[in-house]
């Protein structure tokens, strides 16, 4: 016997019109996912805007003009005649050349030194946390602190190191008042504090290497050394490209050592270039003029990283 009432049919995707309709009304679409988004994203946005692009807006605005702190409303425009005074001032070109020799310095110190210290944390060994915790604390260390630190070790009379020259009966060597052991001793202090935070860089991008990649030269009879060389750098250049503009940003805006340690001394062969910046603004009240030096700080930062980019980019990846 044949039932009166005919079995509906269901159209297919009928559910899922139903869905879609069903998450529409209850605001669940793809505008709703682009609002919530938003809201997450625009504190940050706004923060950004507030305290980084509104401040450089500023800063490139003040290079233009020639006025001092005392008398902040008193404006004269000068185009670009600040930039013409650090062209035209042997000093400050100087100061450029020693920040540039102290960028290199850092990175020659940092780079190599952090990725062998990443390779030695990544093994196995007892008390590894523990090593890994000493080797990162002088990033998190104030710079101020470090500096002070290596202040009182590098003095020529009672400091701690030249008082381990001294008890092996060697003349004392005074690090922060001669050329060209002020420069030499501000290099490698602050290589020291950032070469933790290398290693850490490193250390990551060391435990992303694929291990069956490894095991197969170790297979085909490759030593430790051409391991490395030959299959962890090569896939570790992204790494190493993030690594050196950050060492090569940080050497840049570097201030504290040559403001604490050696006060830009001896006759300006520690003066970088932050230093600089901040002498003329609050010392020289010459604020236009440190905002032109700022710029063009900036600028050349974006060109190292830029150069250092076209140089070091990389097909591999895995």
């Not at 850490?200 to 694929?210: D, I, K, R």
């Not at 010392?283 to 150069?307: C, E, H, R, Y």
């Not at 140089?311 to 895995?318: A, D, G, I, P, V």
Request: net charge positive; glycine share 8%.
């Amino acid at each position: 016997m044949t039932s009166s009432h005919p079995i509906s049919a269901r159209v297919p995707g009928q559910s899922v019109g139903r869905t879609a309709r069903r998450r529409s009304r209850n605001g669940a679409g793809p505008a709703h996912s682009a609002r919530i988004g938003m809201a997450f994203v625009t504190p940050f946005l706004l923060f950004l805007i507030v305290f980084q692009y509104i401040p450089i807006g500023m800063l490139v605005r003040n290079s233009f003009f020639d006025y001092t702190l005392l008398r902040p409303d008193d404006q004269k425009f000068v185009g670009l005649g600040q930039f013409e005074r650090i062209l035209a001032d042997p000093s400050v070109t100087s100061t450029f050349g020693v920040t540039l020799l102290f960028a290199l310095g850092v990175l020659v110190l940092v780079v190599p030194l952090g990725f062998l210290v990443a390779v030695f944390l990544n093994g196995r060994f007892p008390g590894r946390s523990i090593v890994r915790t000493i080797v990162f604390l002088p990033v998190v260390t104030s710079v101020a602190v470090t500096s002070t630190m290596w202040l009182f070790m590098l003095t020529k009379n009672g400091g701690l190191v030249n008082s381990a020259i001294t008890g092996l009966g060697l003349q004392p060597v005074a690090f922060l008042t001669s050329i060209p052991w002020a420069l030499i001793s501000i290099i490698v202090m602050s290589a020291w504090q950032q070469i933790g935070f290398a290693a850490v860089l490193f250390l990551t991008g060391l435990q992303s290497v694929p291990d069956d990649v490894i095991e197969a030269a170790r297979v085909d009879g490759a030593s430790r050394a051409r391991v490395i060389f030959s299959i962890i750098l090569p896939l570790m250049s992204r790494t190493t490209l993030f690594v050196v503009i950050t060492m090569t940003v940080f050497s840049l805006q570097a201030f504290a050592p040559a403001f604490l340690m050696t006060s830009g001394g001896p006759e300006d062969s520690t003066s970088l270039v932050v230093y600089a910046i901040y002498n003329a603004a609050f010392k020289l009240q010459d604020p236009g003029f440190a905002s032109a030096l700022a710029v063009a700080v900036m600028f050349i930062a974006l060109v190292l990283s830029g150069i250092q980019s076209l140089f070091l980019r990389t097909k591999w990846s895995y």
